[in-house]
RNA sequence: GCCGCUAUCGUCUAACGGUUAGGACACAGGAUUCUCAAUCCUGCAAUCGGGGUUCGAUUCCCCGUAGCGGUACCA
């Protein structure tokens, strides 16, 4: 063990450019002027790729909880290590939540933007603070340079996993744990790469507890490792970065992956030895799926295209949708409250956290469908078009075209069975309109196959339906006017539009009216399966009505 | 391997130690209907296994099993 005086010494030789100490640093992150019930919460992802579905998922949590008490959402980066780092990934990040409402009030805004007191909100920008308290902790002794290679790091666990002994960098194994100043001097004269490590004074078979916000009290074993606070190039660990973070930005509460949960105990132990009061955790676990063999696995950034957001976009779910099915996961009495609260937004919904499930949901997305297409059909004909627009001007040129230049009609065809109470829920996202707008445009149209007509009718009967129903259709009228005008015809012909009658007695009629509003939807809209007949029909306008039908 | 977390219908989940184990999505059937969708009704369907504790266990304890996570100079 070191003296008090060879710990001033080292730290003086590792860090002859830091002058400050943590004081200084404090002094420069007041405390924030909020009630105790406000929370600060902050989510703090990695630049590595697209944005992940589970990223928003998490970042839900942590948004909601800072807006439902009033308080402050920060959106941190972790850009701590440069080797994982993506082109642009920072952009990805912060646009993609932003598209889904998830707006910081403090933090990152983007590569070039950052907003807030608190700052710097990327990490590779706070360096000179992470070595503040790197040099604080080695002159207290509770932090030690590291000059040992990947080579005998790998020497160790081998011997330790054939001694049968725990893994990893601690105790009589940690050669460099209580290193002279004057073989550390040595080292560094030799300009020698090295990390600096935890002095980890805890007992690694001790039982630890603690309270997790999600799962309740629980625990684990104390950590004993001499982790790695500081990389060789400067940059500091996750578990570094995180306390001091989040001490000087004032977090109330820390919203985290599920990977963190283990260790926890190494994060308390920092805190401990920074001599900083630890932070509630509250740890979400992962979105999952089943996978090709069968088994649970997370969402995978590499094998599935579901868990990137831009998948959603593409196909157009819409992010309310999107948003609302991640809440329901989140807390499942989200669907009890929406029930008694049709009105209101889902952002109005309070989550809890003891609610949140503790192990790892899989994603559904039969049910992510069901709550899109209930949210789609609480919007106006307008509303529809609009957004619909929009996902096309991105992703569909054709559809874009077609829809900028029949304003007024789409519109039109977005309102059938949007009104009233029969309001049509065929529509979970905005790509599948695209298969609904060849009734109304002849270029789609003329390109459907010509379908046969039902088999109990005859070119007669056909003949005479046409004519009839061209005779008497008038395009104001109202759609029960309408189709008692069809059951007038059909009965006229021997179709009858008493259903009863039919079963008991099929032989006595040449058919249903059902029959002869088949022939006629088939000769206006060339499909089997359509909305409202009657509602199209007024879309389409007489003249093309009596186009299709003679051809 | 070691350490830990989790375990209720197919899925997401609800149930102060006492409920016919509830809801939602999905599915099936029916009603309605010009087809489809919608709507309404009905149905199907679960406490991982084994031991305890208790008058009584989905709930508490132990063991097992499974899934997941951790065991990095990644986050």
Redesign the pocket.
């Known amino acids: 063990m070191n003296s008090k005086e060879e710990f001033l010494q080292i730290a003086e030789l590792l860090f002859p450019n830091v002058s400050e100490n943590p004081e200084d640093i404090f002094k420069k992150y007041p405390k924030r002027n909020l009630d105790e019930g406000q929370y600060v919460t902050r989510f703090?992802?990695?630049p590595?790729g697209f944005l992940h579905i589970g990223t928003v998922f998490a970042a839900l949590v942590a948004f909601k909880l800072a807006k439902q008490s009033n308080g402050v959402y920060i959106l941190r980066i972790?850009?701590?290590?440069k080797?994982?780092e993506v082109d642009n990934g920072v952009n990805l990040l912060a646009q993609g939540l932003k598209d889904y409402g998830i707006c910081s009030d403090e933090g990152v805004i983007s590569s070039s933007e950052q907003i807030g007191d608190y700052g710097p909100y990327m990490?590779s920008e706070r360096l000179d603070i992470y070595a503040v308290f790197a040099k604080d902790l080695v002159s207290k002794g509770r932090a030690y340079p590291?000059?040992?290679?990947?080579e005998e790091?790998e020497e160790i666990?081998k011997k330790?996993?054939d001694m049968?002994v725990?893994?990893?960098?601690y105790g009589e194994w940690a050669k460099w744990r209580d290193a002279s100043f004057e073989d550390i001097k040595k080292e560094i004269e030799k300009d020698s790469?090295?990390?600096i490590r935890l002095y980890s004074n805890g007992d690694g078979e001790e039982?630890f507890t603690f309270t997790?916000l999600v799962?309740?009290k629980?625990?684990?074993?104390k950590n004993s490792?001499d982790?790695?606070l500081?990389?060789?190039?400067g940059?500091?660990?996750?578990?570094f970065?995180?306390p001091i973070d989040d001490t000087l930005m004032h977090i109330t509460n820390v919203v985290r992956?599920?990977?963190?949960?283990?260790?926890t105990p190494l994060h308390y132990e920092i805190f401990q030895a920074l001599e900083l009061d630890v932070l509630p955790y509250a740890?979400i676990?992962?979105l999952?799926k089943?996978?090709e063999e069968g088994?649970?696995?997370?969402l995978s950034k590499r094998k599935d295209p579901e868990a990137d957001t831009r998948y959603y976009s593409q196909q157009g779910y819409p992010k309310e949708g999107v948003l609302e099915y991640l809440i329901?996961?989140?807390?499942?009495?989200y669907?009890?409250w929406k029930?008694g609260n049709k009105e209101k937004s889902y952002d109005e919904f309070k989550i809890s956290l003891?609610?949140?499930?503790?192990?790892?949901?899989?994603?559904?997305f039969?049910?992510?469908?069901?709550?899109c297409?209930?949210y789609i059909?609480t919007l106006s004909a307008t509303e529809v078009y609009e957004r619909v627009l929009d996902w096309a001007k991105e992703y569909d040129e054709q559809v874009f075209k077609r829809l900028s230049e029949n304003k007024e009609y789409c519109i039109k065809i977005f309102n059938i069975?949007r009104e009233g109470?029969?309001?049509?829920?065929?529509?979970c996202k905005w790509s599948d309109v695209v298969g609904q707008l060849d009734i109304f445009f002849d270029d789609l149209f003329n390109s459907l196959e010509i379908p046969s007509m039902p088999e109990n009718i005859s070119d007669e009967d056909l003949k005479n339906i046409i004519e009839e129903f061209i005779s008497s259709y008038d395009p104001d009228d109202d759609?029960n006017v309408?189709?008692e005008k069809?059951?007038a015809i059909s009965e006229s012909l021997g179709f009858t539009?008493d259903?009863?009658a039919f079963k008991k007695n099929p032989s006595k009629f040449k058919g249903?009216?059902?029959?002869?509003?088949?022939v006629?939807?088939l000769k206006t809209t060339r499909?089997?399966?359509?909305?409202?007949?009657?509602?199209i029909m007024k879309v389409l306008g007489k003249e093309k009505v009596v186009e299709r039908l003679k051809n």
């Open positions: 703090a992802p990695s590595t972790e850009d701590t290590d080797n994982r990490q590291c000059f040992i290679t990947p790091l666990r330790q996993e049968g725990r893994t990893g960098y790469k090295f990390v039982e997790d799962k309740g629980k625990s684990l074993k490792i982790s790695v500081l990389k060789s190039d940059y500091p660990v996750y578990h970065a995180h992956g599920d990977e963190w949960f283990a260790s740890h676990s992962p999952m089943i996978d088994g649970k696995r997370k329901n996961i989140l807390n499942s009495n669907q009890d029930r003891e609610k949140i499930n503790r192990s790892g949901a899989l994603f559904d039969v049910k992510l469908e069901s709550f297409r209930e059909a069975e109470k029969k309001i049509r829920k065929d529509m759609c309408w189709f069809v059951k539009s259903y009863n249903k009216v059902g029959d002869v509003a088949m006629l939807r499909k089997m399966q359509t909305p409202d007949l009657c509602e």
